[in-house]
């Protein structure tokens, strides 16, 4: 075993061990071309390790938590019945069971329309109710259906004016939303994919110029004022507060309620009917996150400011709450009633597991120099990969020569060294014989003491 360690005759062990050779090449076009590469290198190492990677910051922790809340929006109701109350256009028939058919309306308040679910960051806004009505059975005293269901449509959920506000904090860099000297930007994102319409559309509905050379599906409403003239003006005139009707929020998203819900087709002898949104309900996906980077051409920029972005995003699922038991209206003659709501569920979570709020960090700067340091090894090595193999007529001979044992530039670099001490010696002796007083200075002390004793016995 220990022959084959010293030899190197058996795997996995090495039969010879390479040594760095520095050896190096003068030509002028070659040198040129290291000396671009080594620049460009100098320079994409900047830009990508200081602004594109920003390799020296790390992200800190962004505390938040938001409330969403209705407020007085009878005066934005528009006069007459809406199209949508028995609107034969509206039915929908589902597998013979659901059947959504002859919906009528009601006026509902707003705050009872709104409900805030017990898990944090999820709030409601129904559209529809579907109430069963009970009674209980004298025989067996169960309770039975009685009568059809009833479907009714909420009058004007559209014109509801829903808002909310954000608390956020961020110690790292001493940020506190609700300071008053605090202005947080406020952006919007559209949800991906959305069409240009919808996106002039959704400017249109907030009442903000567009131009489609100019204007993203990236909204900036930081200072969003809308006013009618029946009510006071409302928008974002708060920190990190947004006030907005029902269906400008759907405009953002990318829809509205009476659009047909795409996902549910006419499928004969299943479902008859093109269900609209207003029934179907919706998924409203709000996602936060806090970034001190422009939320636009981000990528080559320097953190400064904290902004908040929501990055929106619809689910055309059915959505459903289902609400306690109730006493039925003395009207009905039922006893209990259970009511179904299918409507608008706003859900907001964290964009991504990380927010992009960036500060200096010494210890990421260290590594980020390590990692500069292996981009150049990298540079110097491609370098010399293409020296020793795409140069005509020279890369074949140079690879070669570097190529050898250890032992042969042993011997030629003392050879060589040979050769200069003589030529070295050689010049120096036939300066001294062209010039000698020149050179009078060189000679070796006991001769200069020698000069000197004979001029003092001349003397």
């Given amino acids: 075993m220990m022959q084959g360690v010293c ?28 000396n671009v590469l080594y620049l460009l290198t100098w320079i994409t190492s ?3 390790f200081v602004f594109y990677t920003k390799g020296w910051t790390q992200r800190i922790p962004v505390g938040w938590s938001t409330s969403m809340f209705t407020g007085v929006s009878t005066p934005l109701y528009p006069p007459g019945t ?9 039915d929908f028939f589902q597998y013979g069971i659901w059947n959504y058919s002859d919906i009528g309306c009601i006026d509902k308040n707003e705050q009872m329309n709104f409900r805030k679910h017990i898990a944090p960051g999820s709030f409601w806004v129904g559209t529809l109710d579907a109430h069963h009505d009970y009674i209980t059975n004298a025989t067996t005293g169960t309770l039975e259906h009685f009568g059809s269901q009833k479907l009714e449509y909420i009058k004007n959920v559209e014109h509801v004016l829903t808002g909310f506000r954000i608390v956020a904090e961020a110690p790292g860099v001493n940020y506190n939303s609700q300071l008053p000297d605090e202005k947080t930007k406020l952006f919007i994102k559209m949800p991906d994919g959305v069409l240009t319409e919808k996106i002039e559309y959704a400017y249109k509905i907030l009442g903000l110029p567009y131009d ?5 599906s990236l909204l900036d409403l930081t200072s969003l004022q809308i006013c009618k003239e029946v009510v006071p003006c409302y928008g974002s005139e708060k920190q990190l507060y947004l006030e ?9 998203f990318g829809t509205e309620l009476d659009h047909y819900n795409k996902t549910l087709t006419d499928k004969p002898g299943i479902s008859t009917g093109k269900p609209r949104q207003r029934t179907t309900g919706l998924g409203l996906n709000v996602g936060v996150e ?20 929501l990055h929106l995003q619809l689910d055309t699922n059915w959505q459903r709450i289902t609400h306690p038991p109730a006493p039925a209206p003395k009207n009905s003659n039922a006893e209990i009633r259970m009511t179904d709501s299918y409507g608008l569920r706003f859900v907001w979570t964290n964009y991504a597991t990380q927010h992009t709020v960036l500060v200096f960090s010494f210890r990421n700067l260290i590594t980020s120099m390590f990692d500069v340091v292996v981009f150049f090894s990298m540079s110097r090595i491609f370098a010399v990969y293409l020296i020793l193999h795409f140069i005509p007529k020279k890369s074949k001979n140079w690879r070669k020569a570097s190529k050898r044992h250890i032992e042969e530039l042993v011997v030629e670099h003392e050879e060589s060294a040979e050769v200069l001490r003589r030529k070295t010696i050689g010049d120096s002796v036939e300066m001294t014989i062209k010039n000698p007083m ?19 016995v001349t003397k």
């Avoid at 489609?212 to 993203?216: E, G, H, I, Y």
């Avoid at 907005?244 to 953002?252: D, G, M, S, V």
């Fill in 7 to 34: 030899t190197g005759t058996k795997r996995p062990y090495f039969e010879k061990v390479k040594l760095p050779v520095t050896a190096f090449v003068d030509d002028k076009k070659i040198v040129c071309g290291y």
């Fill in 46 to 48: 900047i830009v990508y």
């Fill in 82 to 90: 809406p199209i949508y109350c028995d609107n034969p256009d509206f």
């Fill in 212 to 216: 489609p050379l100019v204007n993203t």
């Fill in 244 to 252: 907005l009707r029902i269906e400008e929020w759907l405009a953002l």
């Fill in 290 to 309: 806090f970034t001190n980077l422009p939320p636009i051409d981000s990528a080559f920029a320097l953190p400064g400011d904290i902004s908040v972005i």
């Fill in 438 to 456: 020149k050179n009078d200075f060189k000679l070796p002390n006991d001769r200069r003491r020698r000069r000197g004793t004979k001029k003092s």
